[in-house]
Structures are given as structure tokens and as C-alpha cells.
């Protein structure tokens, strides 16, 4: 593994491997903060975002290492015309390893055939968005302890959430796992997902319209955001936007154990009653997901944990 672009980048091997060393670092967090030292994480944010760049920025840190990079196009050389791929080249010559976000799907894809160090695609588009995929394995495997045997739900912004579309491509390669995509018919999983990974794969899966109607039969609900930035008509936005809302009267009929889980920001689609809920796992997930990012830097500048 020299990028991570795509959540099939990682086989299912990999992927164990970085769950195993997240909790081995969230465990004995001596043995590795200075693992990176002298080493330099960039973080290319062209979107705005909080957790994952933060998460980002803390990892290296905490692994001994420095940051350096931009939080939004806006405060880089892009409004000036700069193209994806010269940045990343000039910022290989500062930095170990690339961590970067852009609204145009493939320009994580584009800026790694340009550079030798590790480029890590931090959400490009509406495409995919592998490290948030991390993030929610590590919290399905530690809520459930399993990432087999499981039915989950996914609800909203079916459409153009990319952390749902990663999700689904990386789960859809354990065993006797079901997907219910609940969502409007104008927010429903593309075409394209449905053939090239439920169809070609076998896997089981069906759509409906309410979550009320497959509550009780749910291991793990997956909400998420109505996408606004990706919406071409705010008519659209604000007719959809509040189509699903997670509530303590719509929990009653789910299971003791179910996993609530929202890769953030939430808008209105949970309750902030919901909180409270001992099956509410979201602000967990997104602790977890600087764990697995630690475990992700350090794998792809090879470095390992300091036993002594
Ligand atoms: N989950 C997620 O990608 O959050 P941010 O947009 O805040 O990074």
C-alpha cells in the first residue's frame, strides 16, 4: 500500500492490521508518540472540514510528528489558477505524506500518479471517503466485535454521501452482511453501486422509504447528513433536508443493542436527545477515527511502534 485513494485499496488483511494497531495505540499511547518524529504531515483541505483534518493534524502530532497545510482553497495558490497536480508536487518537497480534500471526485487519484510520497484522499467529491470508511470499521468492530453477521442501515443522503458509498464497498467483502437503504427516492445509492457491488456480488439488500418500517431488525443505523453542497437547486435542498429524524420515540422498537452511528456533521437528522442514548455511538466514532489515522500514517511511512 503506497496511497489510500479508494477503500479498495486496502485488502480485507490490511484493513485488520490497521484496526489492530489502532487499539494497540489507543491502548499504550507511550509506545508511540515519537514514532514520526522529524516527519511532516500536509493536509490539502480544498473543503472545509473539522474532523477529518483535525483528526488528521492530532494523529501526527500525537505519533511525534509536525503539520503544515491549508483549510480551505481559498487560502492557497488554487485561486490563483494553480492546478491539483503542481500543488501536490510542490508540497511533496515539504512534507512526508499528503493528507487531501477536494470537491471534484478522482483529484485525490490524480495528484498520487504525480508524486512519490503517500497521498491519502481525505474525501474527494461525492466518491468516497476511506478513511471515515476506517473510522466506521473500527467502530463496528469495536461495538460489535464483529464485522460479519451483521444487518446494517443506512439513512438520508444515500446519494451523494461518500462516506456511505465507501462503506458499503468495504463491508460488502464480509461475510453474511445485509444492507437496508433507507432514503428518499430522490436521494436513493446510485445506479452504479447497486449493480457493481449488491448485484455483482450477491449481496442481500433491499430499499424502503421509512426507518420505522426496518427498525427492530437493524445491528448497526448509519445516519447522515442531506448533502447541501452537492445540491445544484437549494428548492431541492430545503424539501429534502429534513426527511429523516432520528428520535427516542422512533428507538423504541430497535434493538438493546443497536449502534448508532453519523460520520458528522449532523444538521437536524438525530436529536440531540439522542445523545444520551447508551446506543448512541457517533462522538465515539469520531474519537476512533484519529486512532486509525495514527495507524494509517504510520503504515504508509513504514514506521513502527517504539518497544523499548
Ligand atoms: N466526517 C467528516 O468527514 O467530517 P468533516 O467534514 O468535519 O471532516
Known amino acids: 500500500m503506497k496511497h489510500l485513494i479508494d477503500p479498495m485499496d486496502l485488502t480485507v488483511e490490511e484493513i485488520d492490521h490497521l484496526l489492530v494497531l489502532a487499539d494497540d495505540i489507543m491502548l499504550h499511547k507511550e509506545k508511540y508518540q515519537e514514532v ?9 483541505f480544498f473543503e472545509p472540514s473539522t474532523r477529518t483534518r483535525l483528526s488528521f493534524e492530532a494523529a501526527m502530532m500525537e505519533l511525534g510528528g509536525n503539520v503544515l497545510g491549508f483549510s480551505s482553497a481559498g487560502s492557497s495558490s488554487a485561486t490563483k489558477g494553480e492546478s491539483v497536480s503542481d500543488t501536490v508536487r510542490v508540497v511533496s518537497g515539504y512534507a512526508d505524506i499528503i493528507a487531501m480534500r477536494h470537491p471534484k471526485e478522482g483529484a485525490p487519484f490524480v495528484a498520487a500518479q504525480k508524486v512519490d510520497v503517500p497521498i491519502i484522499n481525505a474525501g474527494d467529491g461525492g466518491h468516497n471517503h476511506p478513511t471515515q470508511t476506517l473510522t466506521d470499521l473500527m467502530t463496528i468492530h469495536r461495538e460489535k466485535g464483529r464485522l460479519s453477521d451483521i444487518t446494517i442501515g443506512m439513512c438520508g443522503d444515500l446519494k451523494f454521501g461518500r462516506t456511505v458509498h465507501s462503506l458499503i464497498k468495504a463491508m460488502s467483502r464480509y461475510e453474511n452482511v445485509r444492507f437496508v437503504m433507507i432514503s428518499p427516492i430522490e436521494l436513493r445509492l446510485p445506479e452504479y453501486i447497486i449493480k457493481d457491488v449488491f448485484e455483482k456480488k450477491n449481496i442481500a439488500y433491499k430499499e424502503v422509504r421509512t426507518m420505522e418500517e426496518v427498525m427492530p431488525e437493524l445491528d448497526i443505523l448509519y445516519m447522515t447528513r442531506v448533502q447541501k453542497e452537492r445540491f445544484f437547486n437549494e428548492a431541492d435542498y430545503v424539501r429534502l433536508k429534513d426527511s429523516f429524524i432520528l428520535d427516542e420515540k422512533k428507538l423504541k422498537t430497535a434493538k438493546k443493542d443497536l449502534c448508532i452511528m453519523h460520520p458528522l456533521p449532523r444538521v437536524n437528522e438525530i436529536s440531540t436527545k439522542v445523545d444520551d442514548d447508551p ?7 469520531a474519537m476512533y477515527g484519529k486512532y486509525v489515522r495514527m495507524a494509517l500514517i504510520m503504515t504508509l511511512l513504514g514506521v513502527s511502534a517504539n518497544e523499548n
Open 36 to 44: 514520526c518524529r522529524h516527519k511532516k504531515l500536509a493536509t490539502l
Open 279 to 285: 446506543r448512541a455511538c457517533y462522538f465515539k466514532q
